[in-house]
T-cell receptor, first 113, second 114 residues
Framework: AQSVTQPDIHITVSEGASLELRCNYS??????LFWYVQSPGQGLQLLLK????DTLVQGIKGFEAEFKRSQSSFNLRKPSVHWSDAAEYFC???????????WGAGTKLIIKP | GAGVSQTPSNKVTEKGKYVELRCDPI?????LYWYRQSLGQGPEFLIY????????DSGLPNDRFFAVRPEGSVSTLKIQRTERGDSAVYLC????????????FGEGSRLTVL
């Protein structure tokens, strides 16, 4: 079955510390992978996407993610978090076409001052 | 408009009532999507429009759910005979085409069925 697992429901990180959010997927075909962020009172916003090529992709707001086919993972990283990064982060996988994306349940990021 | 607009932002209704949720996509975006997000879960695909036609409605849970996009812009999601299990946030998204890899989401319409 096709699925996306985000093992951490909540993560708390101190401001200025590094961050890694985990995403594992199960998908029958070549996966196209996405990370979206949902801030309070705002719609979901695309952080980055992986279609092919370099397995380390750069996104907006200083985020990056690495595709590891052998581990079926697409973890999101940021070297130094800011208080404004507090939000919920969603990993999604699908075909290149946008619809029918399969989404993880999300990880809520809490920033400690 | 500048972004995807959804109305109402909140809707409380009674079981058995009819509900309409509206989505105004980004101007010029031909692809429009409806998703449903229940508490503690990621979005769940409902339906996808390319222009005026529903290219894929396989995510609609049953025949109480219906969506239209008559002029290829604004879309309305219609739910008949609402049930408590329909309570969720209904998200609308649009994109320039269906293959850009980026969806632009509205803030959602929170539906509560009492």
């Amino acid at each position: 079955a096709q699925s996306v697992t985000q093992p951490d429901i909540h993560i708390t990180v101190s401001e200025g510390a590094s961050l890694e959010l985990r995403c594992n997927y199960s998908y029958g075909a070549t996966p196209y992978l996405f990370w979206y962020v949902q801030s309070p009172g705002q719609g979901l916003q695309l952080l980055l996407k992986y279609f092919s090529g370099d397995t380390l992709v750069q996104g907006i707001k200083g985020f990056e993610a690495e595709f590891k086919r052998s581990q079926s993972s697409f973890n999101l990283r940021k070297p130094s978090v800011h208080w404004s990064d507090a939000a919920e982060y969603f990993c999604a996988v699908g075909a290149r076409s946008n619809y029918q994306l399969i989404w993880g349940a999300g990880t809520k990021l809490i920033i400690k001052p | 408009g500048a972004g995807v607009s959804q109305t109402p932002s909140n809707k409380v209704t009674e079981k058995g009532k009819y509900v309409e949720l509206r989505c105004d996509p980004i101007s010029g975006h031909t692809a429009l999507y409806w998703y449903r997000q229940s508490l503690g879960q990621g979005p769940e695909f409902l339906i996808y429009f390319q222009g005026t036609g529903a290219a894929d409605d396989s995510g609609l849970p049953n025949d109480r759910f219906f969506a239209v996009r008559p002029e290829g812009s604004v879309s309305t999601l219609k739910i008949q005979r609402t049930e408590r299990g329909d309570s969720a946030v209904y998200l609308c998204a649009s994109s320039l085409t269906s293959n850009t890899g980026e969806l632009f989401f509205g803030e959602g319409s929170r539906l509560t069925v009492l």
